[in-house]
């Protein structure tokens, strides 16, 4: 394993943006910068051994801060989206920021996404990584409590590309962490991601209303166009889904039990993303909006393993809710093959 780090830019507030480049055995290599915590480039070998980067992503601070699809990013303190920028915890409303709409979306006007991590590499074994801090202040973007967060991104010899994050409270708050990368296994910017085949390990799914809020059913797929318990291209049915995917698909697996998620392959360069979690729900989202970025529509797919979305108001849903001595834990590993 090998691993660098220099400095990626600096912000108009002076404080210094890192980047960070690991490297493995297997021909590999991810950057990441503490700007968002934010992957940048994913660099993978094809069936014939030609490398090329297979996240979306930027070359400098400004494109990134200019752009609107929250590209590789650590997305908090609630991934997704809770209708009306608003629920109750313990007999008390909050009201949050609202940036999508009427409703909150991934983590408000500020999240996560847009904060400079604390952040230094580290290395164990066969296994080189960066670690991320931050501390999200009570009250910030409408969320109760102060949250203590910390990350791992890691890749080893086995190609195997994790994401793991931990936060502790003093006082309950919702917290739903995820990485928003963007996936096109030809290659960013080769086209659209339409031909690649998928499999989700996914017996149900939620049904969404028109500001893509979920309407607290919860359906199976079979029958449906969501139905990816077989491999089939994004493209054969997403035409019978307005706008295209952009659900949470619910994973058949007992929650916080680490277990498959999805299986994407494809067949051009032979390259498969194998994607395995803790978390219940997997959001799947095949870049319906990119036309306004430098990617064409369909350009890339996301995979957000997530708790589901709206689930602070919905009381069915797994919780998502945080209490201070409890520990929030997330982990989602990708491993990436021929």
């Not at 999508?100 to 999240?111: K, M, P």
């Not at 970025?293 to 350009?299: A, L, Q, R, V, Y």
């Not at 589901?308 to 689930?311: G, I, K, N, R, V």
């Given at each position: 394993?090998?691993?660098?780090?220099?400095?990626?830019?600096?912000?108009?507030?002076?404080?210094?943006v890192?980047k960070?480049?690991?490297?493995?055995?297997?021909?590999?290599?991810?950057?990441?910068?503490?700007?968002?915590?934010r992957?940048t480039?994913?660099?993978?070998?094809?069936?014939?051994?030609?490398?090329?980067?297979?996240?979306?992503?930027?070359?400098s601070?400004?494109?990134?801060?200019?752009?609107?699809?929250y590209?590789?990013?650590l997305v908090?303190?609630?991934?997704?989206?809770?209708?009306?920028?608003?629920?109750?915890?313990?007999?008390?409303?909050?009201?949050?920021?609202r940036?999508?709409?009427?409703?909150?979306?991934?983590?408000?006007?500020?999240?996560f996404?847009?904060?400079?991590?604390?952040?230094?590499?580290?290395?164990?074994?066969?296994?080189?990584?960066?670690?991320?801090?931050?501390?999200?202040?009570?009250?910030?973007?409408?969320?109760?409590?102060?949250l203590?967060?910390?990350?791992?991104?890691?890749?080893?010899?086995?190609?195997?590309?994790?994401?793991?994050?931990?936060?502790?409270t003093?006082?309950?708050?919702?917290?739903n962490?995820?990485?928003?990368?963007?996936?096109n296994l030809?290659?960013?910017?080769?086209?659209?991601?339409?031909?690649?085949?998928?499999?989700?390990?996914?017996?149900?799914y939620?049904?969404?209303?028109?500001a893509?809020?979920?309407?607290?059913?919860?359906?199976?797929?079979?029958g449906?166009?969501?139905?990816?318990?077989?491999?089939?291209?994004i493209?054969?049915?997403?035409?019978?889904?307005?706008?295209?995917?952009d659900?949470?698909?619910?994973v058949?697996?007992?929650?916080?039990?680490?277990?498959?998620?999805?299986?994407?392959?494809?067949?051009?360069?032979?390259?498969?993303?194998?994607v395995?979690s803790?978390?219940?729900?997997?959001?799947?989202?095949?870049?319906?909006?990119?036309?306004?970025?430098?990617?064409?529509?369909?350009?890339?797919?996301?995979?957000?393993?997530?708790r589901?979305?709206?689930?602070p108001?919905?009381?069915?849903?797994?919780s998502?809710?945080?209490?201070?001595?409890?520990?929030?834990?997330?982990?989602?590993v990708?491993?990436f093959?021929?």
């Open positions: 394993m090998k691993s660098e780090e220099s400095r990626f830019a600096t912000t108009a507030d002076g404080c210094a890192m960070y480049t690991l490297e493995s055995a297997g021909g590999m290599r991810v950057s990441a910068i503490s700007w968002g915590g992957i480039e994913v660099m993978v070998p094809d069936r014939k051994g030609r490398t090329a980067n297979v996240a979306l992503g930027f070359g601070l400004e494109e990134y801060r200019g752009g609107r699809s590209f590789g990013c908090g303190r609630f991934a997704n989206r809770i209708a009306a920028g608003r629920f109750s915890l313990d007999g008390i409303a909050y009201e949050l920021a940036n999508d709409g009427a409703n909150h979306l991934h983590g408000g006007l500020r999240g996404d847009k904060a400079v991590w604390e952040s230094w590499p580290f290395r164990s074994g066969d296994t080189a990584g960066i670690r991320w801090a931050l501390v999200s202040r009570d009250g910030e973007e409408g969320y109760p409590g102060r203590q967060v910390t990350a791992e991104y890691a890749l080893n010899d086995r190609n195997e590309l994790s994401f793991e994050y931990w936060a502790v003093d006082r309950p708050t919702p917290v962490l995820t990485n928003h990368s963007y996936w030809a290659g960013a910017g080769c086209g659209d991601v339409l031909s690649h085949e998928v499999s989700l390990h996914c017996p149900f939620l049904p969404s209303d028109a893509l809020l979920p309407t607290g059913e919860v359906r199976p797929v079979a449906t166009p969501f139905d990816f318990s077989k491999a089939k291209p493209g054969r049915d997403i035409g019978s889904v307005p706008g295209g995917y659900h949470c698909m619910v058949g697996k007992p929650v916080d039990a680490m277990g498959p998620v999805a299986a994407v392959r494809d067949p051009g360069s032979g390259r498969v993303m194998e395995s803790t978390e219940p729900g997997v959001q799947f989202y095949t870049g319906n909006f990119l036309a306004s970025d430098p990617f064409p529509k369909h350009g890339g797919f996301c995979l957000e393993t997530q589901f979305p709206d689930s108001n919905i009381g069915h849903f797994p998502c809710i945080l209490r201070p001595g409890q520990v929030y834990h997330h982990r989602t990708h491993r093959s021929v």
